[in-house]
């Protein structure tokens, strides 16, 4: 489809790619970006022919944050009865893995936004914050849960409540993002490859298990781990991998 905030492509085999494509605004999330960026991650999950999907943005800016003017003359009864933000959580429904690939700005719900994806890759010029303080609010696209939880409560209570942006090395030695990269769009691109080439079901059992891992107690995840890994030995990509082992061959994904 034709989409006016978004790119939607597939640049190599099983890779999805979206490039938001705001320029203007520095990729601010309005909400009709908001909804492209749903239905294109929705299109992309529901496609066999896609195991992996990369999200980005521009140089100058992979997202500047919830667009500012469209919110700031909201009142309560708005944003309560619209569930404003309600639906940028669907990005953390979808089973295939996402990863960010960040460059510029990711303020605000940008950084949530990156957050809410499976991996993040920055560029040497990603700045990253959650500067909602300054605007007289706080971070509503899940920034004081899931900050929290990736870089324990001292850092993110200062970033919370200082507003102060932090660089992309920063955010590497906290293990926010896993490595900074000077071609972090291309790098991604190979994460994402590389991910497209394993078997699709394990790939999405494998990223159920880790993300429960912040839902639940240490026994329940273990647990839940065993019975999904238990589960994979239903599955015909079970028996190829450990068949194509023993043969000394690769292996040919049935994706089932
Ligand atoms: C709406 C925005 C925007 C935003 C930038 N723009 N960020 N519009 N919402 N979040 C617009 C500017 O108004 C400007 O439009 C154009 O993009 C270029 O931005 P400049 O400010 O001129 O660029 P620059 O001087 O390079 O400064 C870049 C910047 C600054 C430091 C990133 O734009 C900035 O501080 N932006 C806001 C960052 C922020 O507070 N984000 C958190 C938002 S609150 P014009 O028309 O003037 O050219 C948030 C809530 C999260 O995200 C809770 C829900 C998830």
């Not at 705001?22 to 492209?36: D, G, Q, V």
């Not at 992979?62 to 639906?87: H, P, T, W």
């Not at 960010?100 to 991996?119: F, H, K, Q, R, T």
Request: with cysteine; charged share 20%; hydrophobic share 45%.
């Amino acid at each position: 489809p034709q989409y006016n905030y978004i790119l939607a492509s597939r640049p190599a085999d099983g890779v999805g790619l979206i490039t938001l494509n705001r320029p203007k605004a520095l990729n601010a999330l309005s909400s009709p970006l908001f909804e492209e960026l749903n239905h294109a991650l929705a299109q992309f999950d529901e496609d066999d022919g896609v195991r992996a999907l990369v999200l980005t943005g521009s140089e100058k800016a992979f997202a500047a944050g919830a667009d500012i003017k469209e919110m700031k003359d909201k009142e309560y009864s708005d944003v309560f009865k619209a569930k404003f933000l309600e639906n940028w959580s669907l990005v953390t429904q979808i089973r295939k893995p996402i990863i960010a690939a960040v460059s510029g700005y990711a303020l605000g719900g940008g950084c949530e936004l990156a957050m809410m994806c499976d991996i993040i890759l920055a560029s040497p010029t990603a700045v990253f914050g959650q500067p909602e303080i300054n605007l007289g609010i706080i971070p509503g696209g899940g920034g004081t849960q899931r900050l929290t939880r990736a870089v324990g409560k001292s850092l993110a209570m200062e970033l919370v409540l200082t507003g102060r942006n932090f660089t992309a090395a920063e955010a590497a030695s906290w293990g926010l993002v896993s490595r900074v990269s000077e071609n972090v769009l291309d790098d991604a691109l190979a994460v994402a490859g590389n991910i497209a080439s394993k078997s699709a079901i394990a790939v999405q059992a494998a990223k159920e298990a880790v993300n429960i891992a912040l839902e639940t107690s240490l026994t329940e995840g273990v647990r839940y781990e065993r019975r999904v890994f238990h589960g994979l030995f239903a599955t015909k990509d079970q028996k190829e991998g450990m068949a194509a082992f023993a043969e000394k061959r690769k292996p040919t994904w049935a994706h089932s």
